[in-house]
């Protein structure tokens, strides 16, 4: 298949907020790809190229702008090659290399083709061709079952490899895609309360646990081999040796564990959030240890355990886990959580989260089963633009544009980002230095007194509200916007949307309230 029949069907997807018509669009061009072509496919669509970072900037790929083919005649297969051989080519003398590379795919390209390119390896492609619509578009190109469809792609953690099968495989071979130990799982995530009264009442009894400000992983053990995910399914098994310590020593021989870690300092209490995430993404072992909290068990010594609720799962869990699950306490009495979560705050943790016995393990979906309650919000969003600072930080990008996934559409592209606000405050000198540094190598153009960057870079932010605005086009506005820490265990498609922080606005607020909390350049 031609680069330009992706292109065609991207143009269109993004040109309609209708889902069929997006599902049936790219399920068109699913039914036309030849069986190499598949996962290469599903990578451009989603602009997410099986071979990952391609380590290609904006400021290399705006210099490739010469003569374009007139006509398209670039593969799907050719982009891919492509792609696998910037990924490979390293050490003396490769900056040549990968530039000669560059040259000879925007030769080959047309001019559109060329643009979708460098907006697939900056990162910046935004269209409707969301994970969740693609995997509607794979059940009906292969006329499989979509809850067979979202439970292969869940439990394989590839979509491209579940497209593949239910276009070229049996139902049979689709139906027996199931947990491996060593493979990452899809993790279950959790929708937000404001209160543990709120998460009760929808939870029913539940396990009220500890949230942690840590970073989750997702731990496999087979007899003597370990390995150790991130919330993407990044493999860090070889920078937390100590966790890997851990899974050796639990009584079991196969188990897949989900939790979360975090550093302690000497007295027990956790450490700040950065210096978590510093030590995380460490490459080697450094003097700060990671300590690894496990909240959920899908898999034990050859029992598959994620359809079972949790209360089994639970049981094994304490089994496994012993020492090192996370503190819990199993009530349905309101007084006794609300106790509880003030315990976890008392020891330095946010909040807590409220989780019904009865739920199944929901990889990969957002649903009400797990409940989070922080008392202070915070919100993970993506940085779309950086201002200069003043004064002392006149040397540094500064402020930040703040940006919430709007994967309707409804307030710009579909599945793109609508901006909700600025903020420079809660930066240090550090971070500041690493941030001008990160963003100049995401930059896809300007915006006044700054740059316009890829939206590939989560960032927690903590706020005291939001308000209406008529500033920006989704009508909110944060109110005292202040930066936690960068989020780099995150993807950009588990960033808040647009509809979470709208569901925030008071009943009745004025809707020409000002929104110039945090806006202002520093």
Known sequence: MLFGDIDAALTTVTGTRSRLAKVETLAAVLRALDPDEIEPAVGLLTAAPRQGRLGVGWRTLSTRGGAHAPTSSLTISEVDEAFARLVKTG?????????????????????????????????????????????????????????????????????????????????????????????????????????VAEALEAAGRASVEYKLDGARIQVHRHGDEVRVFTRTLADVTHRVPEIVDVALSLPVDDVI??????????????????????????????????????????????????????????????????????????????????????AALDAGHEGVMVKGLDAAYSAGRRGKSWLKVKPVHTFDLVVLGVERGSGRRARWFSNLHLGARDPAGLFGDPGGFVMVGKTFKGLTDDVLRWQTAHFAERATGEVPGGIRVAPDTVVEIAIDGVQRSVRYPGGVALRFARVKGYRPDKRVGDADTIDTLRAMLPAGADAGAPSDDGDTAS
């Open 91 to 195: 050490g003396a003398g490769s900056v040549s290399v990968r530039t000669a590379l560059l040259d000879d795919l925007a030769a080959r390209a047309t001019a559109t083709e060329w643009q979708l390119l460098v907006r697939i390896m900056t990162g910046e492609l935004r269209t409707g061709a969301l994970e969740g619509v693609l995997v509607d578009a794979v059940a009906r190109a292969s006329e499989r079952d979509g809850a067979l469809v979202r439970r292969a792609a869940m439990l394989s953690g590839d979509l491209g490899e579940t497209a593949r099968i239910a276009l070229t495989g049996a139902a049979e071979e689709l139906a027996a895609v199931g947990l491996v130990v060593g493979r990452g799982v899809q993790p279950m995530l959790a929708s937000t309360a404001k209160t």
């Open 257 to 342: 564990l989900d939790g979360e870690t975090l550093s302690l300092d000497d007295d027990g209490a956790p450490r700040p959030f950065q210096d978590t995430m510093a030590r995380f993404g460490a490459e080697t072992a450094q003097a700060i240890a990671l300590r690894p909290w496990f909240f959920d068990i899908l898999h034990v010594d050859g029992r598959d355990l994620i359809d079972e609720p949790l209360r089994a799962r639970l049981d094994e869990l304490q089994r496994a886990a012993g020492e090192y699950r996370i503190p819990a306490q199993l009530t349905d009495d309101v007084e006794v959580a609300e106790a509880f979560a003030r």
